[in-house]
């Protein structure tokens, strides 16, 4: 099932941005479509926005839509996630993995360590 590791989290001020980013490694990265979760604390892990294989088309929820752009490397194996105008409530951790758009968040069976992002008022 190979590996994902997620970094560039951090603390940051309402209003403010990071951008995360996923190492893949294991399987064939070009190949899939990928996305990006969180989970934060005493919530289900959700849905925060998806990429095709080709990079052509993303999908975002309302919450995140304007604020968060998904983008991806396939020669650097490597998708990332700019967050801009960050809010208390998009604190979390979150994940990157392989995007099924049929399939929700706990269907999946593998994880990466996450990247805690911290949004202070």
């Known amino acids: 099932q190979g590996q994902l590791v997620e970094s560039g989290g951090g603390l940051v001020q309402a209003g403010g941005s990071l951008r995360l980013s996923c190492a893949a490694s294991?399987?064939?990265?070009?190949?899939?479509?990928m996305g990006w979760f969180r989970q934060a604390p005493g919530k289900e892990r959700e849905f925060v926005a998806a990429i095709t294989w080709s990079g052509g088309t993303t999908y975002y929820p309302d919450s995140v839509k304007g604020r968060f752009t998904i983008s991806r490397d396939n020669a650097k194996r490597t998708v990332y996630l700019q967050m801009n105008s960050l809010k208390p409530e998009d604190t979390a951790v979150y994940y990157c993995?392989?995007?099924?758009?049929?399939?929700?968040?706990?269907?999946?069976?593998?994880w990466g360590q996450g990247t805690q992002v911290t949004v202070s008022s």
């Open positions: 294991g399987w064939t990265f070009r190949t899939y479509d």
């Open positions: 993995n392989k995007y099924y758009s049929a399939r929700s968040p706990d269907e999946y069976d593998y």
